[in-house]
């Protein structure tokens, strides 16, 4: 291309530089030799979040940034595809720095940019054929403590939430488990208890998106004799007081009502409890551990979620990532869960390469628990001693997939959408129609219309 054009090409891109910017999925961020942030995408805004004025200032973009983006400023070397993860997002992302050079070869500035590490991710490769390779026997991980061996994987992330979870393990700090459903956060909660101090002592653990709001309260506090009509002559222990000096476990804490919240606050600032129609004040030693797959900072700002007890409940957070971000675990588990099934019910079975290879490229929007019930699934269905991709339930693909080989007829979109999202509160909900309208957040009225609308009957 003849210089004049290639300049005034240059030119073109230089005005829209902003806007090409803007359309990229990556974070970017542009600092000077000063190592003062001069530019930032809008993806960078989204993810990381700015000050006012709408530009982060120096030392916002982390430790991890400052660092890299300090080394490529004075090293002038370029670094690629740098793995780490986030555990401020419970994200893990590939970064690479790329030095920017005058004409004297002096580095001026220095760009970062970030990328979920699932666009780079490569397949997992075998060393051998999956018909000769052992299936793996528990957790290999030698200086992690016995507590953990439930927890099967070896992936950099999971084993970060391990490290946090024997730390945090040595205190009677409370904590918060984030991640998307069938993540595992009940075998952290319960790993986190038999690796602390009050391993000897119960382990409670209650669900609190599966009790109705009416006995909620009774459940948790219990309940004094002749509190209500019906209740035991002996009156009832709640679950609070059974987890004494142990460790009790709050799963699916976005669940609960603001009113029961209320009771819930009082009772982790005080430390004591009171019955159901009783006026005794019990004091109570306990840890807690809660968890959620709910965007509570969301729920926070529409007041779903009293912020009180969401600073009381989230003093050390430990996010776990999901099974589609570590590969490689998704191998160790399908074995795992191969080696169990397969003693259950007295069958001697391989995994196919096509078959494991088609597991790790599947989007497992269900995690663990998702991959356990296809490998059950395939291990009664197998005709011999090969599980091969036939034999793998693999069938559901998350929604997105769907709708992006889906008509372009935006009300066939929309009601195929709406049908599946119906469906999943529903499955949720154990068919509760009641839990699923508060899932939902719709009338009755308009549930039963949808309902009838889509055959869901």
């Known amino acids: 291309m003849p210089y004049y054009q290639a300049n005034k090409c240059w030119k073109t891109i230089?005005?829209?530089?902003?806007?090409?910017?803007?359309?990229?999925?990556?974070?970017?961020?542009?600092?000077?030799?000063?190592?003062?942030?001069?530019?930032?995408?809008?993806?960078?805004?989204?993810?990381?979040?700015?000050?006012?004025?709408?530009?982060?200032?120096?030392?916002?973009?982390?430790?991890?940034?400052?660092?890299?983006?300090?080394?490529?400023?004075?090293?002038?070397?370029?670094?690629?595809k740098k793995k780490y993860y986030d555990k401020e997002r419970g994200h893990s992302l590939t970064a690479s720095f790329l030095p920017i050079k005058d004409h004297d070869g002096e580095t001026i500035a220095a760009v970062g940019i970030t990328s979920p590490i699932s666009r780079h991710q490569p397949p997992f490769e075998h060393p051998h054929t999956i018909k000769q390779e052992k299936a793996p026997k528990g957790n290999t991980r030698k200086d992690l403590p016995p507590g953990l061996n439930n927890i099967i994987g070896k992936s950099p992330e999971l084993i970060d939430c391990l490290r946090l979870s024997v730390q945090v393990a040595k205190s009677d700090a409370t904590v918060m488990l984030?991640?998307?459903?069938?993540?595992?956060?009940?075998?952290?909660?319960?790993?986190?208890?038999?690796?602390?101090?009050?391993?000897?002592?119960?382990?409670?653990?209650?669900?609190?998106?599966?009790?109705?709001?009416?006995?909620?309260?009774?459940?948790?506090?219990?309940?004094?004799?002749?509190?209500?009509?019906?209740?035991?002559?002996?009156?009832?222990?709640?679950?609070?007081?059974?987890?004494?000096?142990?460790?009790?476990?709050?799963?699916?804490?976005?669940?609960?009502?603001?009113?029961?919240?209320?009771?819930?606050?009082?009772?982790?600032?005080?430390?004591?409890?009171?019955?159901?129609?009783?006026?005794?004040?019990?004091?109570?030693?306990?840890?807690i551990i809660t968890a959620t797959n709910r965007n509570l900072e969301q729920m926070l700002e529409r007041g779903d979620f009293r912020t009180d007890l969401y600073y009381r409940l989230n003093v050390i957070p430990i996010h776990i990532p999901p099974l589609r971000e570590r590969p490689g675990d998704i191998t160790l588990l399908s074995h795992h869960f191969l080696d169990y099934y397969g003693k259950k019910y007295g069958r001697n079975l391989t995994f196919s390469r096509e078959a494991i290879e088609s597991l790790q490229g599947h989007p497992l929007p269900g995690n663990v628990r998702e991959l356990k019930n296809i490998i059950e699934h395939a291990v009664i269905l197998c005709p011999d001693d090969t599980i091969r991709l036939q034999q793998l339930n693999l069938g559901v693909v998350c929604q997105q997939e769907k709708l992006d080989h889906a008509s372009?007829?935006?009300?066939?979109?929309?009601?195929?959408?709406?049908?599946?999202?119906?469906?999943r509160a529903l499955e949720k909900a154990v068919n509760n129609k009641s839990k699923a309208i508060k899932y939902l957040g719709i009338s009755r009225g308009a549930f039963y219309s949808k309902i009838k609308k889509y055959n869901l009957i």
């Open 14 to 80: 230089e005005k829209h530089f902003a806007t090409i910017m803007d359309l990229l999925n990556d974070t970017v961020i542009i600092i000077d030799k000063k190592g003062t942030i001069i530019y930032v995408n809008e993806e960078y805004k989204q993810q990381i979040g700015t000050k006012e004025g709408g530009m982060p200032n120096h030392g916002s973009y982390g430790n991890f940034f400052h660092d890299k983006l300090s080394e490529t400023l004075h090293q002038g070397k370029t670094i690629k």
């Open 178 to 287: 984030r991640g998307e459903t069938g993540v595992g956060k009940e075998l952290f909660a319960r790993a986190i208890h038999n690796t602390s101090n009050r391993h000897s002592f119960p382990f409670i653990a209650v669900n609190c998106a599966a009790i109705p709001d009416n006995l909620i309260e009774s459940e948790l506090f219990g309940y004094a004799s002749g509190a209500f009509t019906g209740a035991r002559t002996s009156g009832k222990m709640g679950k609070i007081e059974m987890a004494n000096k142990g460790t009790l476990f709050l799963d699916e804490i976005g669940d609960l009502s603001l009113n029961t919240q209320v009771k819930l606050l009082r009772f982790v600032q005080e430390r004591y409890i009171e019955k159901v129609g009783g006026n005794e004040q019990i004091p109570i030693d306990v840890r």
């Open 408 to 423: 372009l007829d935006l009300n066939q979109a929309i009601a195929k959408t709406e049908k599946t999202i119906i469906q």
